[in-house]
């Protein structure tokens, strides 16, 4: 793998195999480009526009990308780990089969995001907005979903073991493929007026304490 000091002497917007170590991208229009198989070690895109920018299996763990532009963006296969998306545009950006334990996304602007297949265990995600959404496959163990908007969302195979709930909404959301790990009165306050499996509604009734026959 090359180690690359300076991006403006590549050739071309095409990058394949590289690695930039504690590079600063701040402010710098990347859109379009296309990196592939590449490692940002310690490396700042704060501000940076990455409009249809993409990211294939990368590796970019604690990656500040605050206040960027990255509508459109595509990230397949990239380990994303504890990275900063604070304040940033996401819009219509895609996470496939990423990994993004820890990550936060204070603030973000993300209207029409995809996430599916992606891990987001312990991810901050407060307020974002789901509604109409299809997820599938996407792990938000102990992730902070507080106030996140699930109205009429469908669920395929996701993971939502001890999340953080408070305020959110899941008004018509399918909740019957999702594991929900284990509930309790408090936790069943949250999925008012959502569609439970039997099974679900056999845990949520064990969660209060009463014994189903």
């Known amino acids: 793998m090359q180690v690359i000091d300076d991006i403006a002497a590549l050739n071309g917007t095409d990058v394949l195999s590289c690695r930039f170590e504690g590079r600063n991208f701040d402010g710098m229009d990347l859109s379009d480009y296309r990196f592939e198989l590449c490692e940002f070690q310690s490396c700042s895109f704060t501000g940076a ?3 249809d920018t993409s990211f294939i299996k990368c590796k970019a763990i ?4 605050s206040y960027a532009r990255l509508s459109e ?3 397949e ?3 994303l780990s504890l990275s900063r998306w604070v304040g940033s545009d996401i819009s219509d950006a895609i996470f496939r089969d990423c990994k993004l334990t820890g990550a936060e996304f204070r603030d973000a602007r993300a209207l029409g995001v995809d996430f599916n297949g992606s891990v987001l265990a312990g991810a901050y995600l407060r307020q974002m907005n789901f509604r109409k959404c299809q997820l ?3 792990d ?7 106030g996140c908007d699930f109205r009429e969302a469908t669920f395929e195979r996701c993971r939502m073991q001890a999340a953080h709930l408070a305020t959110a909404r899941f ?8 594991d929900l790990g284990p509930l309790s009165f408090a936790s069943a306050a949250c999925f008012k007026g959502a569609i439970i499996s039997k099974a679900q509604a056999t845990e949520l009734l064990r969660g209060l304490g009463v014994t189903v026959l």
């Open 49 to 51: 526009t990455l409009e």
């Open 62 to 65: 604690q990656a500040d990308f």
């Open 73 to 75: 963006a595509r990230f």
């Open 77 to 79: 296969g990239c380990n």
């Open 136 to 138: 599938e496959q996407i």
């Open 140 to 146: 938000l163990s102990e992730a902070d979903l507080a």
């Open 171 to 178: 008004e018509g959301a399918d909740l019957r493929q999702a």
